[in-house]
């Protein structure tokens, strides 16, 4: 398991998802709540894999910004877009080490959007925001969120306010091709990940340390990224060659 979560990394890697769940353990005598946090990624061969875990006090910006660095020591490259829940400190260190776009997690935004209408008036804002996603063109999606946000701002001004201030982060996968598009909006790939990770530290309840959560999580990443690898590629291979910085150059076919 040491040897799996200290492997070098190999290719480039476009897509990268990073999370964070909280679990409990024992601190000079007192009982805290800790972050394990985990990356996942997909490489240019569609093939999705579990690069990095790490747990530690908080999720501040030191936090990320030593992980996301261990994981370039490893060898990450190619890092184009990641994606994430919408945490600044996240967002300082993706922009400090990687130098890469990112993508604030559609499906989280919802929630905070959908937090400043009340329960009746909750589908109805949810259907008016979801007519930007079916937009054809980041261009179109663009025009129809501003529209949006107009149509609101009288009724909701925090909402609307909200909605200008996401508008870049929340669609920038369009940016990306659209065949990648249904997977790289939001954090789901991580969501399940963590709640199994939930539900087998729940059952121990209280770890002794720190060490004795990444043996656990770590064996189960170790377990998650064996069955990946015998399963179908993750991703469509359309697309994923013209981000990756390493792209062997072809000779043409010599004319008979």
């Not at 600044?88 to 929630?111: D, N, P, Y």
């Not at 149509?151 to 065949?179: I, N, Y």
């Not at 991703?235 to 792209?247: I, P, R, S």
């Amino acid at each position: 398991m040491g040897a799996f979560l200290n492997r070098q990394i190999e290719g480039d890697w476009p897509y990268l998802w990073v999370d964070a769940t909280y679990v409990k353990t024992r601190e000079a005598g007192r009982i805290v709540s800790v972050a394990v946090i985990v990356a996942v990624g997909v490489n240019t061969e569609g093939q999705r894999e579990v690069l990095g875990l790490k747990v530690g006090a908080s999720e501040a910006e030191p936090f990320w910004t030593e992980f996301l660095r261990s994981l370039n020591r490893r060898g990450l490259r190619g890092v184009k877009l990641v994606i994430s829940d919408s945490h600044e400190g996240i967002k300082a260190a993706v922009s400090k080490v990687l130098k890469a776009t990112w993508q604030r997690c559609r499906v989280h935004f919802m929630r905070n959007a959908l937090a400043h209408a009340s329960k009746t008036q909750r589908r109805m804002v949810s259907a008016a925001i979801g007519t930007v996603f079916v937009q054809e063109t980041p261009e179109a999606a663009k025009s129809q969120w501003r529209s949006v946000a107009d149509q609101l701002r009288e009724k909701f001004p925090k909402l609307a306010s909200l909605m200008d201030e996401a508008e870049h982060d929340v669609l920038a996968f369009m940016t990306f091709p659209r065949a990648h598009w249904p997977q790289i909006y939001s954090t789901n790939p991580l969501e399940r990940l963590n709640a199994e990770i939930k539900r087998r530290t729940n059952v121990v309840g209280i770890f002794p340390n720190d060490a004795s959560i990444t043996r656990l999580v770590g064996a189960m990443m170790l377990e998650q990224n064996d069955e990946w690898s015998l399963n179908r590629r993750y991703m469509q291979l359309e697309g994923l060659q013209t981000l990756c910085d390493t792209v062997p150059t072809r000779l043409s076919a010599v004319a008979r």
